[in-house]
């Protein structure tokens, strides 16, 4: 018999095939929420969510028409839970070790289901730097976990409403021709 395997040992050679794994591929915490809905074309050129970088989130990494994802480092079990200093970029997210911080990505996916339907995710990663950041996230996270799920659903069924929405000079669905 031979030597048992890790089982991540495989995953190694593999590309990553949700690019938030490019970005916070080990992690404390993760919450994913979906919402299978019915779009004509699977996922649209216009599934941009560019409006919601600010308040000290910055856009990571986009796969066009699929897959957003938006980063911050910082401390958001303080009242003001300001970012880590300079500018975030991509490069810097991912090698970011600090302590003090926690590192939280969220990704926005839309995947083909069957031939008139999506899948539309929201996932969301928490790495804390350090394991006095750790104990400060969960006591925090035990306050702010139940209303952040909350948030996160209400805001799941609002994008895929509006993702329901027919585009400008699209045929509006059950509409046939006369």
Do not use: C
Not at 27 to 42: E, S
Not at 103 to 125: C, F, H, Q
């Amino acid at each position: 018999m031979g030597e048992p395997t890790e089982q991540g040992a495989a995953r190694g050679t593999v590309a990553p095939q949700l690019l938030l794994d490019q970005f916070l591929p080990q992690y404390d915490l993760a919450i994913a929420h979906a919402q299978v809905f019915r779009v004509p074309g699977a996922s649209r050129a216009t599934f941009r969510l560019k409006d919601m970088v600010g308040l000290g989130w910055t856009l990571l990494g986009e796969t066009p028409g699929s897959e957003m994802v938006l980063g911050q480092v910082s401390r958001p079990w303080k009242a003001v839970a300001a970012p880590a200093g300079s500018p975030l970029t991509p490069e810097r997210f991912v090698s970011f070790d600090g302590p003090g911080f926690a590192k939280i990505a969220t990704s926005l996916r839309v995947d083909p289901y069957g031939n008139r339907s999506s899948i539309l995710t929201m996932e969301t990663r928490v790495a804390v730097t350090d394991d006095a950041s750790r104990r400060r996230f969960r006591s925090y996270w035990l306050l702010v976990g139940p209303f952040s799920d909350l948030i996160r659903r209400t805001t799941l069924r609002r994008l895929a409403v509006d993702l329901r929405r027919p585009v400008h000079g699209e045929p509006r669905e059950g509409a046939g021709a006369a």
